[in-house]
């Protein structure tokens, strides 16, 4: 396995002093007032076209999905059109401090997981885009979902700024917070259910915090055995996965025949190879479960047409489920701005990064390249279809309660960043006023402007017939 360091080369050995004034020194050359900056480029691509060089990569009849859900509202549009924002970033200042990103840093991405040790966490959910680059990029792509969502929700332009203001500072806070922590204290920092309560939950109103305590106990529900549950029944003796078409759809009614087999022996082969990328102690525990059926499956909305599989395994007997994802992993978003990094696979650079950002990741999180797709070789990430996820409901929340989430969004984001980059120099960039803050903003609006437009240019490509939309 290749070993990235996304920190720039020499910050992790210098004296705090030195990572310091590296840091208050960029302010020069960048001041923190000029990430407010945004303004679209003469040579800005079609937003169109860069969402259909996307999908012409993708699974063909599952891409009228993927624009059926993004033409929804903005803010579903802002979920799929990473890859836009990716080249729009690449013309905004940058401090030159890099770390790794999530490169999809929107608010929805912030969720509730389960720990190895079956703990409730607070984390970061989703990598697919992951790279080490400017850490601007991922405060700015979070400041931004926090406007649209607001919008969405008809918040005033006063309260939109207080909710951005509020995470951009709590990100802010928490960096130097982590900047004056010594290496361990950092790597082993995790934000439990308990904790959140404490530090964020209390100080919303008595419905927020009803939603709270709801969204933890649903999560409680959402594991192998409510997937296994909800996702198969028995066929002739035996469990299989239930069709749901066009959103799960099993090998058996994709194909038939000897294509179905020899897509079945890629995917066998596919679960059985990435266990050699597991520690050997979940190696083990994976090897005493078998494969008995798998299917199709449609994820996200960026995601829609990405070639996404369900595997059921079983163990012990019938009754004892391990439902894995295998998802194919392509070239990240932000490759082209910022480097392709130092991966052999892209399934590699995806585990990789969730690794790095992660307090704490799936057991069964692995990564295998895998030939016989489409006479291709296409790389796969793998992990368990549900282990206790609980996601926020935006459209649902007031003013006061948005906040609140904001801030624990910044929070968790900078606790990331500080794990992958120069936490120091980040720290110092920021320094103790809200200049920074009040920059983001203002972006943010800026962008939530223009991802407006960029919304109704595919609403208007779907009504010219341009592309084609399913609802799903």
């Not at 994820?299 to 004892?320: A, E, F, K, N, Q």
Request: glycine fraction near 8%; hydrophobic fraction near 40%; include cysteine.
């Amino acid at each position: 396995m290749t070993v990235n360091h996304p920190a720039d080369g020499g910050s992790r050995h210098r004296t705090p002093q030195e990572r310091a004034a590296r840091g208050k020194a960029a302010r020069s050359s960048v001041p923190r007032s000029s990430q407010a900056e945004f303004a679209p480029s003469e040579k800005r691509p079609d937003p169109v076209d860069i969402i259909e060089a996307q999908s012409a990569t993708r699974v063909p009849e599952l891409v009228p999905i993927r624009y059926g859900r993004m033409t929804e509202s903005p803010f579903r549009f802002y979920r799929g059109a990473a890859a836009i924002m990716a080249g729009d970033l690449a013309d905004t200042p940058r401090s030159g401090i890099r770390t790794q990103l999530c490169g999809d840093a929107h608010l929805l991405n912030f969720r509730l997981l389960a720990s190895p040790e079956r703990r409730m966490m607070f984390d970061i959910n989703d990598f697919d885009e992951t790279l080490p680059g400017p850490w601007e990029w991922d405060v700015k792509r979070l400041s931004t979902s926090f406007v649209i969502a607001g919008r969405a929700n008809g918040f005033s332009t006063r309260e939109r700024a207080d909710v951005v203001q509020s995470t951009v500072r709590s990100y802010r806070a928490w960096m130097r917070h982590f900047a004056g922590m010594a290496n361990l204290p950092v790597w082993y920092a995790q934000f439990e259910k308990e904790w959140v309560e404490e530090q964020f939950v209390q100080e919303v109103g008595a419905r927020a915090r009803d939603r709270w305590s709801r969204s933890v106990a649903k999560a409680h529900t959402r594991d192998s055995i409510q997937a296994f549950d909800k996702l198969t029944h028995i066929v002739d003796g035996k469990r299989r996965i239930a069709p749901d078409p066009p959103l799960i759809t099993p090998l058996h009614e994709l194909l038939q025949g000897v294509e179905r087999g020899a897509l079945e022996k890629v995917i066998r082969r596919l679960i059985d190879r990435y266990g050699r990328t597991l520690q050997s102690d979940r190696r083990f525990l994976l090897e005493q479960y078998r494969v008995v059926d798998m299917a199709r499956k449609v994820v996200g909305v960026g995601s829609v047409g990405t070639r996404c599989w369900i595997v059921l395994l079983l163990g012990r007997d019938d009754m004892d489920p391990l439902l894995l994802q295998a998802k194919e992993a392509d070239k990240s978003v932000l490759e082209p701005f910022a480097g392709s990094g130092d991966y052999r696979t892209q399934g590699e650079r995806v585990v990789s990064g969730q690794r790095l950002m992660q307090a704490t990741s799936d057991i069964f999180l692995g990564w295998e390249r895998a030939d016989g797709f489409d006479g291709r070789r296409r790389d796969f990430y793998v992990r368990q279809l549900r282990d206790w996820k609980g996601i926020a409901e935006p459209e649902s929340m007031v003013p006061t309660g948005m906040r609140a989430f904001g801030e624990l969004c910044g929070a968790t984001l900078a606790r990331a960043h500080a794990r992958s980059g120069d936490r120091i120099a980040i720290a110092a960039y920021l320094g103790g006023g809200d200049v920074f803050d009040r920059a983001l903003v203002t972006f943010a609006e800026r962008y939530a402007d223009q991802n407006e437009k960029d919304h109704q240019a595919l609403v208007d490509a779907v009504r010219t017939g341009r592309v084609t939309a399913e609802a799903a």
